[in-house]
């Protein structure tokens, strides 16, 4: 039997910590390739093929781009609301609800130039994702009832709420039939930023934020205080950060980047609101958030990655006939190898001898 | 006759800090052996490497003539080691028997002879004279009989040499004296113990040899009958320790007034509190005595905010106090210094510089008016504040957990000091720190008394208290006595109170 033990590493190499995401995502390529040599494929040609699906033209570029845009939002949903230890897993729901929002107001309701509108949509669609989260804060801090369960029973009231909106009130008389909302008027209308392409300007909103968000967390009082809360709240109360509160702004900015998801999706990519607006953004949003290791910067790259994979798995699996459920695969075996990662990073391993 | 342990020239390092280097010494059988040190002078590392969690990188040890094999703690407890740990290992919802036997039986086998446990756990228990229920539940016990129980436990696994590891920490004096009692019936018995101690008191009356470690090396080794207090304090620190002297103070103003406050509530963490009163003065310590659990911890949470007195009213200068929070308590100038350092005073993940500035987030200087970090003055200050209380680091961007237990200390009293507060609530503020810096603490705390602050230190450790005190109350029962003066009383009528008689 091999004998081992981890020990913390006293020196953090920035080196080891740039390198070893790269590192965990080709160990992720590696082990994903025995996946699709049983699907009877080259892994080899595959690959080649999700890459040309996701990068290989203007158009898949463009293509991979629109879709990182609400995996970057709930990417910076789950980011800021587990750095402050506050287990959010119902971005999906807060998605829906910015998408509700959006509905709302923004299918005559509403009607501003366009260039307050999108702002007004993206404030809303905020507003909706965070309000939904914030009776959940009490509970917690007031009954100890566990987040992690309210936020993701959350998702399930509030997709059904959508589906009965989208089968019965809200249903557009124009749809033929389908179960869709009425169209977002023209003014909010999220703009094409490459012709041609269905990438809009959601796109630069979400880049927007992920700085942003940045700059919130590491220089300034909030972001400081969101850390201190995360990590030891006890030590924090005691010396004066107002815990609770903290928390409140921890649920409005998570569920704000969550509701603005919904935002793009609605007013930039369809135009309108479905049942399947959200593949499971709400949920990808974690393993992106994970795969940055928390760092907002870093979500934009993960979730341009992870959506990558997607696109390109799609391309994939035409090409080469093989399922397209291997993108879950692939994502999910990357998201593992980045957590072993983190753990080498900050532990080592240490090799006994073979005791007789 | 051969020594019943041998350690031979142990060396352990973490990158470059060396742990422990070249360490060597022995146990003898039916003896009591002190190892003595500051926090982080490599104890904990040499005692984990002897019971299996670290690997050594160098050196030998031998138990019984027997080679120990590193990295497996079973190993070593079938040879005869046991360990009792400074926090207990037991399982809460269990009985006292069932807590004995875990771990005995493998998992696979149908039936735990319980009788035959009881009879050998009962000889334990007449043999050593530890008197414990063995139906009793773990949850119900005391701190000494879980310390009872822990000690047991060994035992029932045949253990030679039991290692005790700062086994005082949380008992009263009379408990302590009750263990020493055990230590010396289980030498009597052949047994051998070591023990490892902060104070220094202790180590003197029951030990009968003592070894220094200072930076991870042995520095010295003295039978006790040779041995006094102020050269074994010098040789663990390393120089001359100078102990501050208490100047006289006028107290001068009231500071703080408690008028009958009460505290109740169903939560059973928090102990209910009976119309206290009390006046505290500028330029005076009060110190407040008592066994844990008469309600000191709700005291100190009602002085600084974090409870809301149910009853009654407290008066800071002279006004009320209507809004009980933290933060106002803070803003009136109210220092708080935790029982807990690690979990209430320090985010131990977050940077030292980071961790200063927490309670200054009201500063223009350090947050601007935009609420953004002025890193710059922040360094600065936290560099300042560590400076001036001498609190021993590599760099203000390491994280704080890295700090050893006395540099944590100087560095949580310094910063609140540093707002210049008028009241300061100490709850236990030298638990667990070696000679050097609780006297660096007590420095701390007395020059604050000469600066005019009202302090009030709440602690278990009657010399200290009568050393630093102006005057003592006695917290029993959620009572809390009329305060005596120190120069006019003793342990004695201090200790009658702990128990109750007089309330």
Known sequence: MINFRLEERENKSLRRQIISPFLAVFVALIISSLFILLAGVSPIDSFKELFIG????????????????????????????????????????????????????????????????????????????????LPLVLLKNYYKVDEVVTTLLTNFIVVLLVSYLLEGPWKDPMSLGWPQGASVIDQGVLPQILSRTRLHLGFIFSIFFAILIWIIISKHLIGYQIKAVGFNPSAANHSGVPVLKTIFIVALLSGGMAGMAGVTETAGLKGYLTLDLSPGFGYAGIAVAMLAALHPLGVIASGIFLASIYVGADAMSRSMNVPTYLADVIVAITVLCVLVSLIINQYKFRFLEQNK | MNPLLKVQSISKSFGDLAANSEISFEVNKGEVLAILGENGAGKTTLMNILFGHYMPDNGQIYFKNNPIKFGNTRHTISLGVGMVHQHFTLADNLSVLENIIIGQK????????????????????????????????????????????????????????????????????????????????????????????????????????????????????????????????????????????????????????????SYKSDHDLDVKINNLNLKLYGGEIIGIAGVAGNGQQSLAKLLTGHLKPTEGKIFINQNEVIDSSPKNFMNQKVAYIPEDRNKDGLVGDMSIWENIIMTETDSIKIFNQLGFINSKNSHDQALSICKTNDVRLQKIDQPARLLSG??????????????????????QPTRGLDEGAIAAVHRMILDARKDGNGVIIIGEDLDELLSLSDKICVMYNGHLSKPLDTLKTDKLTIGMLMSGKGF
């Open chain 2, 106 to 261: 493998s998992l696979f086998s149908f039936s735990l002879s319980k009788k035959t446990a009881l009879d050998k756990l009962n000889s334990l228990i007449e043999k050593f004279s530890l008197p414990i229920d063995p139906d009793a539940m773990v949850s119900d016990l005391s701190v000494s009989q879980k310390q009872r129980l822990e000690i047991l436990k060994t035992l029932y696994k045949d253990c030679e040499l039991l290692i005790l590891d700062e086994p005082t920490a949380a008992l009263t004096p009379q408990e302590t004296e009750g263990l020493f009692k055990t230590i010396k019936n289980m030498v009597n018995q052949g047994l051998s113990v070591i023990l490892i101690s902060h104070k220094l008191n202790e180590v003197l009356s029951v030990s009968d040899r003592i070894i220094v470690l200072r930076n991870g090396k042995k520095v010295g080794e003295k039978k006790t009958a040779n041995a006094d207090y102020k050269s074994i304090a010098s040789m663990i620190v390393g120089k001359e320790i100078s102990y501050p002297k208490k100047i006289k103070s006028k107290p001068n103003r009231e500071v703080l007034r408690l008028e009958m406050v």
């Open chain 2, 406 to 427: 006395g540099n944590v200390q100087k560095l949580l009293i310094g910063k609140w000091l540093y707002r210049k507060p008028q009241i300061i609530i100490a709850c």
């Open chain 1, 54 to 133: 996701s990068f290989g033209s203007r158009n898949a570029i463009a293509e991979t781009l629109s879709r990182a845009t609400p995996m970057i939002l709930t990417g910076l949903a789950a980011s800021i609301a587990f750095k402050a230890r506050f287990w959010n897993i119902g971005a999906e729901g807060q998605l829906y609800a910015g998408a509700l929002a959006v509905t709302f107001f923004g299918t005559g309701l509403v009607e501003l130039p366009s260039f307050i509108m999108i702002p007004f949509l993206f404030l809303v669609g905020a507003l909706a994702g965070g309000l939904l989260l």
